[in-house]
């Protein structure tokens, strides 16, 4: 997959297999690769499941901003961070930000340890335990500048087909059930979702209304007319 040119990979992945349980908390959606051939090759699909995996979490970290939740770093621990750097690549393209892999073979366990310390009075406070005992080695991953125009096309093409894929959702879904089984809850985040999906990705007045029209659609399909 390394060697593929994984920023020209055509492929497009939702990683919905179990639903969607972040931005869209829609547990009825279900995942789909988009752009299959004859000629795919078995590392092609293994990239756009990175691929995929990486931009629902860069439509979380969005969607956070967008509510005011300031974030300055990101920092991965566990096994696969130290394990593939690939993958670790691709999240920083894809998240157009730096990363930092925490050097530490049981990361979460380090972290259950300091609170094991302080409970225990090893530590007086829980910044002296974090001081002593907290991981100092770190790996870095930064976006490379060269490749930003293409990864960000990947990026829009990923919110263009899971924003038609949520809504085919909602298409399938009686408004019986987003009435009376307390699915409403979703739809003003979809319809949100939808937005930052498409209208992001249209600079002509008459694609804006466009996606208006679409919008108000949507709303009137769900029951909702505000």
């Keep these: 997959a390394e060697v593929s040119q994984p920023w020209q990979c055509g492929l497009t992945v939702l990683d919905w297999w179990n639903g969607n349980r972040n931005v869209l908390c829609n547990l009825n959606l279900r995942g789909a690769i988009q752009g299959l051939t004859l000629g795919t090759r078995p590392e092609d699909i293994y990239t756009a499941m990175v691929q995929g995996i990486a931009c629902g979490t860069r439509k979380i970290l969005e969607t956070c901003m967008d509510d005011g939740v300031e974030i300055k770093n990101i920092v991965a621990c566990g096994g696969i961070p130290q394990k593939n750097p690939f993958l670790m690549r691709q999240y920083a393209n894809l998240l157009n930000r730096p990363l930092r892999v925490a050097c530490a073979n049981e990361g979460p366990a380090m972290g259950a340890a300091i609170f094991a310390a ?92 466009a996606v208006h029209r679409a919008g108000s659609a949507y709303y009137k399909l769900c029951g909702r007319h505000d």
Excluded at 122 to 143: C, G, I, S, W
Excluded at 146 to 154: F, K, S
Excluded at 171 to 197: D, K, M, N, W
């Design 118 to 209: 302080c409970a225990a009075g090893a530590y007086a406070t829980f910044a002296d335990a974090v001081a002593h005992m907290q991981v100092k080695t770190f790996l870095e991953y930064r976006p490379q500048p060269e490749r930003h125009d293409a990864y960000e096309g990947i990026y829009r093409r990923f919110c263009r087909f899971s924003c038609s894929r949520a809504l085919r959702g909602v298409r399938h879904q009686s408004i019986y059930e987003y009435r009376h089984r307390g699915i409403g809850v979703h739809l003003p985040c979809l319809h949100h979702y939808f937005y930052r999906a498409v209208g992001n990705s249209v600079s002509s007045v008459a694609g804006l209304r």
